[in-house]
């Protein structure tokens, strides 16, 4: 039997880019002569989006579609794809265009060459911004020192799955996925290709730069428990450090000049306040996680989807 091939799509507030994007997987992958379905996962869009795809979707076999609740986020659309996918391999991609449909043959060349898990490393042109380029450096450098994983820098959620994988990612009981990481953690086959994004297709980043850093710290926290550790080096270096200060004292002490103590006392409890409170902010972000964990709430909630009238034995991801 020939070989399935599954793209999921999250798609948020996509009504400039959504028609473009599914004209021309649809035109690479009818060029592959395999068999492909394309999931677009409607991430709670609030313009034509979902109008646009539900079109779509009423003439064109290969398309479908799952809608949202409300806006659950980048990763809880890729979880969704993934645990609905049907096929033997599947390929995660963003809606913007971004992620070039013509790579999809390649992908496709080195899972059949025997790799599982194939990523992409996005290399640098012009067309990404000074900011973003920089902003994502650190956000790599950071997440490799502080975490478990040794994540390559410009990857991005575009890349292939065997079903072995998919099979092992849907069971995974993760509250907050982190696809980055999770693909990281699982093993597996790997291989990397490379290529040079392109600019946006239309509207702008949903990345603002508070949800970069959330998920910078969410990429940090739920990979290790280093930050945790990070907390008893501080506080070790402060309490040696802080000896020094007791022959200080003594001889101020004995030379009649407390009084003039008060600016270094000023400075010394300002600034362990400032540690024990990013230490204990540090420490409330994974008892967070432990509480969010605890109430075993779906990544997602389905509003609608064509899948089950089709593929007709889904409904176990259903809540
Ligand atoms: N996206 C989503 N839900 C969100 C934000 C984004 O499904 O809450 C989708 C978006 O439609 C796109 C992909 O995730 O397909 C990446 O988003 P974006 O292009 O805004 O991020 P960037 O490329 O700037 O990192
Ligand atoms: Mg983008």
Known sequence: MSKTVSIVVPVYNE????TTLVGRISSVMEATALSYELLLVNDGSTDATGAIINEMVSTNPNLFTIVFSRNFGHQAALK??????????????????????????SLIQQWQDGFEIVHTKRLNNNETSFFKRNTSKIFYKILNRLSDLQLEEGSADFRLLDRKVVNVLKHLPEGDPFFRG?????????????YYPSSRFGGKSHYTTKKMFQLALQGITSFSTKPLYAAVYIGFFFAIASLLYVPYALVSYITGHIIQGWASIIVTIAFFGGVQLLIMGIIGIYLGKLFMQSKQRPVYIIQYTNIEIEHGHLAQFRY
Do not use: R
């Open 182 to 194: 999770l693909v990281n953690w699982v093993g597996f086959k790997e291989s990397y290709l490379e």
């Open 15 to 18: 009504e400039l880019s959504i």
């Open 80 to 105: 969704a794809g993934i645990d609905y996918a049907q096929g033997d391999c599947v390929i995660t991609m963003d809606a913007d265009l971004q992620h070039p449909p013509d790579l999809l043959p």
